[in-house]
Structure formats: structure tokens, C-alpha cells
């Protein structure tokens, strides 16, 4: 399937409210050109305000260091280097806000990943189809990414991992997918509810690409079953026997 297909399989079979993310990091600045309709943004931003520019308003954004984006977001989606200094400085300003002290805020910046290095990123719908991405970000309730996960559970098991590494919950998500090639869980920070307009009821998970088709394949499978999206309330005040029966048949007494 082409992306623009995968992309309308994922919302019909998940009833997605935004479109998914592509994301894909530039060894040139200038292979953007390369690259239909690409927009800078032009005032100061954050990385957290760039999937609502994508999944919510369908824009191309390309970004590099020379933008004014945030440093700190520049070192977690591969712009610039995470140096010792760089992590004291900010460990400095997370001790003033998300944690008690230097100490506790340098192990955040420690053990924070981090997107690998590259001139440039572009972050586009999935369903425009603009180039081959390296991640894919699902924004969903956590319902519809249970579905999902449980998708790509279907064709072949493995248990996800999740990790909260606090603000900065981009490394959790997207730098996370990146370094181990799998699936990651996130729950957004604060910066991506407040500045990116997350909801509350939002998570994300970041994907590999090739990993996209077996989830839908895996989907479409549970929903021959009966487990698909929007799932249907048996109820906490019925007997569910009847109902499980369907689904789990009692096996025959020996």
C-alpha cells in the first residue's frame, strides 16, 4: 500500500480525529526543496507545536537549527548536540520547575534519548505521501492505541515497553522509537497539551513504518472476531457470561 492508503486505513479502522505523522530527518538542509510545498515556520516555536501544524492543519514543516525553534528542542529531535554543558544548563532551569534539584533534573538530561543527528527534519501528514518516514506518530485516545498495539500483537506477540521520562516527552515517544526500532508508547508533556494542543484524552505512540501494515493486518483480523473500534460496553452491572462465550468458548471437559 502507499502511504496515503496506510494512512486512510489507520483512520477508518481507528476512527482517528487528526492525521497521522511522518517524520523524517534531511542529511542536507537543502534536500527540503526536494520536497513539495515544505513551510518554515518563521516565529519562535517549540518542537511540541509542530504535530497540531501537521495532524491537525495538514502542513509540511521543515526544520533546521537555524530556525527559531528552542534549543532544547533542537537537541531532542537531532538538530544539535546534547554536550555536558548544554545538560547542565538546562538541568539547572528543570530544577527551578519539574525537579527538586540539579542532581535529580542532570539524571533526567542523562538518561533522556535523543533523536539521531541530521541537517534538517520534515514532519508531514502521512496521508499526503511527500516522502519515505522514518517514524510515524499516532495521536489517539488510549483505547483506539490499545486496538492499535494489540494489532500488531495479533500477527506476531511481543511486549511493549513504556517509559515517562517527564518534560520532554517527545524523547519518549519519537528519540524512543528511533533507538530500538519499536513501537513507543508516550503519554505527552505539558508542553505538547499546552503549546501543541493535545487533549487530554490523547496519547501517542511512535511507530516504524513497516510496522504500520502488519498492525492494520492484525486489526482487520480482531475484527472478524468481534474486538475492533469503538468497542461495545458489555456493562458493569450485567452477567457477561453469554456474551465471553462468543469469544472465549469453554473448552469441552475431558
Known sequence: MSWADIASELKTTLRL????VAFRRLDKAQDMEKIKNVMRVKRGFTFCQVPFLVRVMGQTIGITKQDPIGDRCTRLNGLRH???????AEAQML????????????????ETPRVPEAEAIVVSPLSKDKFEPEIVLIYANPAQIMMFLCGLQKDKYERFQFFFIGEGAC???LAQ??????????????????????????????????ELERAISGMKKLAKIGFKYPIGFIGGLTDPTSVLAQFYPQQEKK
Request: with cysteine.
Open 177 to 210: 522509537c528511533y533507538l530500538t526500532g519499536k513501537p513507543a508508547l508516550a503519554i505527552p508533556c505539558y508542553g505538547e497539551r499546552s503549546m501543541g494542543q493535545v487533549a487530554d484524552d490523547e496519547i501517542v505512540v511512535a511507530v516504524p513504518p513497516q
Open 95 to 110: 530544577a527551578r520547575t519539574w525537579f527538586g534539584s540539579v542532581e535529580d533534573a542532570l539524571l533526567q538530561q542523562r
Open 82 to 88: 546534547a554536550t555536558e554543558k548544554s545538560m547542565q
Open 17 to 20: 480525529k487528526t492525521e497521522p
Open 171 to 173: 524523547a519518549d515517544s
